[in-house]
């Protein structure tokens, strides 16, 4: 019942920008933390971004400075705006979330993945 769902990516030129956006639907009592990861082929899985239920953010030190993530309780969506992107950033970009479904504990959710290129 629970899902995740993320636009926005696509191809971009190196040092160009893209925003990110996942949205969560269903049956939700709550959602605690918020984040992006991101899958290279060949790479495992790794932590880009993160927000806490009261605003608390957590970069990757290769993305610090460059990536912003915010959320927007209402829409019950979190956004990943990405500046000055280079060809090592090309990757899946995977939305996740701890939520819990009515009625039950938390859980961790991923959304299906969008990719992200990054290529002149």
């Known amino acids: 019942q629970v899902q995740l769902v993320e636009s926005g990516g696509g191809l971009v030129q190196p040092g160009g920008s893209l925003r990110l956006s996942c949205a969560a639907s269903?049956?939700?009592?709550?959602?605690?933390?918020m984040g992006w990861h991101r899958q290279a082929p060949g790479k495992s899985r790794e932590l880009v971004a993160s927000?806490?239920?009261?605003?608390?953010?957590t970069y990757a030190g290769s993305v610090r400075g460059r990536f912003t993530i915010s959320k927007d309780n209402a829409k019950k969506t979190v956004y990943l705006q990405m500046n000055s992107l280079n060809p090592e950033d090309t990757a899946v970009y995977y939305c996740n979330a701890d939520i819990s479904p009515s009625g039950y504990a938390p859980y961790n959710y991923w959304g299906q993945g969008t990719q992200v290129t990054v290529s002149s």
């Open positions: 269903g049956s939700i009592f709550s959602i605690f933390n």
């Open positions: 927000i806490t239920n009261g605003g608390a953010t």
